[in-house]
Nanobody
């Protein structure tokens, strides 16, 4: 069982930055692929970014490529999402998720989810 806790959300002006953190409880965290997803009001959950168990492979949605960076700190059991040049359309609840070994853009392929953190970008 893996418990995930997100933090770092908040209100920021367009063009600003935020860094989200996802802390995992499992001592086997290092073997999990990790993903970030987001869901805006009235919209379906969408993939944002993912990172493989070793940190060597990453994947980004086209909408955030070049602006967001995903990374992981294995000793701290934490995954980060650095978000720069934020836009109002980035406003959503951001959730991290874990799945065994590999990464995926498909939300139902992830086994564990955090509770989410709100990111609001004002224009």
């Amino acid at each position: 069982q893996v418990q995930l806790v997100e933090s770092g959300g908040g209100l920021v002006q367009a063009g600003g930055s935020l860094r989200l953190s996802c802390a995992a409880s499992s001592r086997t965290f290092g073997v999990y692929g990790m993903g970030w997803f987001r869901q805006a009001p009235g919209k379906e959950r969408e993939f944002v970014a993912a990172i493989g168990w070793s940190g060597g492979s990453t994947d980004y949605a086209d909408s955030v490529k070049g602006r967001f960076t995903i990374s992981r700190d294995k000793p701290k059991n934490t995954v980060y999402l650095q978000m720069n040049s934020l836009k109002p359309e980035d406003t959503a609840v951001y959730s991290c998720a874990a799945r065994w070994a590999t990464i995926s853009r498909v939300d139902h392929e992830y086994d564990y989810w955090g509770q989410g953190t709100q990111v609001t970008v004002s224009s």
